[in-house]
């Protein structure tokens, strides 16, 4: 593998959601969308419902982000190109599958990572700073952070290898994206439970999360390397 190469897939893919406004809205309202539901939280209860706050661990709803970005960019990736005619010349060159897979899936895992990490560090400043020192307190936890910095990149990851796959099935970018979206979903809605109380959060489910997000990782990878067909997106054919 030349990283080399992925690192042009990289450069190309990061210039092109510069240039797409749609991308960069996605990347930015949908982040901040998330942001709603905690913030209310912080800034209505009542120092006295500190107690109670402390039992919970609706941080963990953040993990919504990137669960979603990084889902609607990729699905974005493979398709748009198709669209613009610039699939062709790229995957005619000496660029192999596995350097084109990997240089897109960078592309879209960078920026939603970062992303991911500036919203949450906003919020944990705007609670340290302006929530109750109670309600700030119940909140910040080092559990909780620290789970928040680790599985954020692994379910970037998932999410941008069921994008991609789907981007390289597809015939229209709009539908990829919206099927990035929903394929978003499931993840989504188990983070929300834990956030919730609904699964409860213990350090056995925080491992075999883990665990569970890196066999998945893998297994994207395979998956989408098996649906990236070069000679069917050059060709056209189905």
Known sequence: MSFRRVGAVLRKELREYRRNGNIVSAMLIFPFIFLIQPLIQVFAVPSSAAGAIRHEHSL?????????????????????????GTLEP?????????????????????PSVVVAYVVYGAFLAA????????????????PQILAQVLFTPMIAAWSIWLGITISARSTD???AQQLGALASLPT??????????????SFAIAIGGAALLLALDGLGWRITSMAF??????????
């Open 173 to 175: 970018a709009r539908v």
């Open 60 to 84: 963990l709803y953040l993990l919504a982000i990137p669960a979603l970005v990084p889902a609607v960019l990729a699905a974005y990736s493979v398709v748009a190109e198709r669209e613009q």
């Open 90 to 110: 790229v995957l005619t060159t000496p660029v192999r599958r596995n350097e084109f897979l990997l240089g897109k899936a960078l592309a879209a895992l960078i």
């Open 229 to 238: 067909d070069r000679e069917r997106l050059v060709t056209g054919t189905r």
């Open 188 to 201: 989504i809605a188990v983070t929300s439970l834990i956030a919730f109380n609904v699964i409860p959060a």
């Open 127 to 142: 609670v340290g700073l302006f929530a109750h020192p109670e309600v700030a307190s119940a909140l910040l936890r080092w």
